[in-house]
């Protein structure tokens, strides 16, 4: 799996190559099943919260949905806001998740059969104009519910900790760094951005 994207990240960046070396294949994961809708409002639920927290809160919000595996649109619309700031959410993210359930019910958010004929800019001008939902987000569904190769969430503070850990640099890079860098690793940015994550969880092991 993802032999094709390690041999052109091995050639095209010889840095990168000796961290795919010391890391290891790439075991990057989709979560194709997850429709776009329910990946916008995990990862609403998810964002600025350590993985923990973030779980914990979500998992009150399902639980005031007894019997489903997941709340619909509608059921968000028809709760009031009492309960689902009980369950742990500002409420910045319970009226962006009150925006992603409208938004589906008008059909600015796809169906997952639908998302799949998208182009990747199509797919992030449409839902970034969803409440609370940035680009970063959209990339997280772009990487990790559509499976789409080619993605570099070169906001997002881990890949660029990561660049600056592999690379050698002093300060964070800035997002168009690290796009003008990220260049040379079209069209299997996706994976590399995995393996900015990776450096980051060596360095901490390293420290460990």
Known sequence: MHETALEHLSRADKTLARLIARVGPCDLQTRK???PF????SSVVYQQLNGTAAETILGRVLALYPGRKFPAPEDFLATPDDPLRAAGLSRAKLAAIKDISAKTLEGIVPTAAAIRQLADA????RLTT???VGPWTVEM???FTLGRPDVLPATDYGVRQGFALTYRWKELPAPRELLAHGERWRPHRTIAAWYMWRAVDLSRAKKG
Not at 38 to 41: P, T
Not at 122 to 125: A, G, K, L, M, N
Request: overall charge neutral; charged content about 25%; proline content about 0%.
């Open 33 to 35: 099943m997850h429709s």
């Open 38 to 41: 329910r990946a916008l409002v």
């Open 122 to 125: 199509e797919i992030v001008e």
């Open 130 to 132: 969803i409440r609370g």
């Open 141 to 143: 569904l772009l990487m």
